[in-house]
């Protein structure tokens, strides 16, 4: 690995921390790194462990860092939740962030996901979540 590696890996995670910047329309990176955090590890705990591993295959460097931070995959995939237990989560997992509001944090960290992981990838993530997933997914899907 190479100094010039890790400066596009660099690039590549601040391309995805402003595109939740610009869903949400805020300018707070250290919000919009908390809501990517938050998403990625309450996802990552709920599917299977191969479909884990295969999703971080397709992000960024930086990305999987975060994707794989304090993972203990002896204790995953976690019972299925329904959405408000997921928005649950992901509130407190916000909870510096008070004002910002877990759905629409949810939906801005899925959306970049749904942007920058190719298609084939988010298929098979789809078909193996959790319901409450699947109903943020499918919000995702119809924009």
């Avoid at 295959?57 to 237990?85: C, H, N, S």
């Avoid at 988010?122 to 699947?134: D, L, Q, R, T």
Wanted: net charge neutral.
């Amino acid at each position: 690995m190479t100094l010039s590696i890790i400066n596009k890996n660099i690039h590549k995670m601040y391309d995805w921390l402003y595109h939740i910047s610009d869903n949400l329309q805020t300018e707070d990176l250290d919000a919009c790194l908390a809501i990517l955090r938050t998403s990625l590890h309450e996802l990552r705990d709920h599917i299977p462990l191969v479909n884990a591993v295969h999703l971080s295959q397709q992000l960024p460097l930086m990305v999987r860092g975060i994707f794989f931070e304090a993972w203990d995959p002896e204790y995953t995939p976690i019972k299925p939740k329904e959405l408000d237990d997921i928005l649950a989560q992901i509130r407190h997992g916000l909870r510096a962030y008070p004002s910002i509001d877990a759905k629409q944090a949810l939906l801005a960290a899925y959306r970049t996901l749904w942007k920058m992981v190719p298609n084939g990838t988010w298929k098979n993530v789809v078909i193996v979540a959790p319901k409450g997933f699947k109903e943020i997914f499918h919000e995702v899907k119809q924009e």
